[in-house]
């Protein structure tokens, strides 16, 4: 499917800074324009003049891209990794989780970074983001491993970095939390869980979310009790 000439003008503008002649959109195109660019509270004119957007702009107009049902192959053409992280941090947002990208921590012998972890109570997500249009089995066992890895080094380093997660992610004190796993995929699929970590559609995140009370004795997770 090829994106309309609004919609790659936009992504082409917002994650290119291509510059766009708007007085070459017909009538029909700048009403379709104005109606996309209206949530972000941004005149046709105004969006078209920026020079810079910030990641929550990308990652909010993005998300409201999406829910037009544009094809994911099509505007997959324009995006990369970093742009996915930020619409899947959108979209937590969106559900009213604290949110903290690529945060680095290291154990005595290893060095990590997360894609994205959120927080709603009681429940903490470490995210891996996979902006892969395939992927194989082997690569999901791999990607699911390393990311059971992550959490596992994360728990047992938690009492020294707790502090500053405390202050990023607004944790509660003395209060049980649920630490996940999760593999988000840009790919349209049913959710799939390897090794009880689910990996997820980011069409079907806001409903897993949503769901997670149902699901949560099926996942794998570690308990976190904070003083």
Known sequence: MILDNVTRSILLHLFRNKKINVQLFSAAEKKKCSSILK??????EDFFQKSKFSEEEQGNLLYELLKLNIDILA?????????????????FNRENYSVLTNFRFKDEITKYETDVIS????????????YYKNM???????????????VEALFEIFPIISNELISKLQLPLKRRLFLFPVIISWRDHQIQFLQNVPIIPYKQLSGFL??????????????????
């Open 119 to 130: 927080f709603k109570f009681p429940y903490i997500f470490v995210i891996d983001c996979k």
């Open 75 to 91: 505007i997959g053409q324009l995006l990369d990794w970093k742009k996915f992280e930020i619409f899947i941090s959108t979209i």
């Open 136 to 150: 194989s089995l082997s690569v999901l066992e791999n990607a699911v491993e390393k990311q059971k890895e992550r």
């Open 39 to 44: 949530p972000l509270d941004c005149s046709l």
């Open 210 to 227: 949503q769901e997670i009370d149902e699901n949560r004795e099926k996942m794998f997770y570690l308990n976190i009790l904070l003083d």
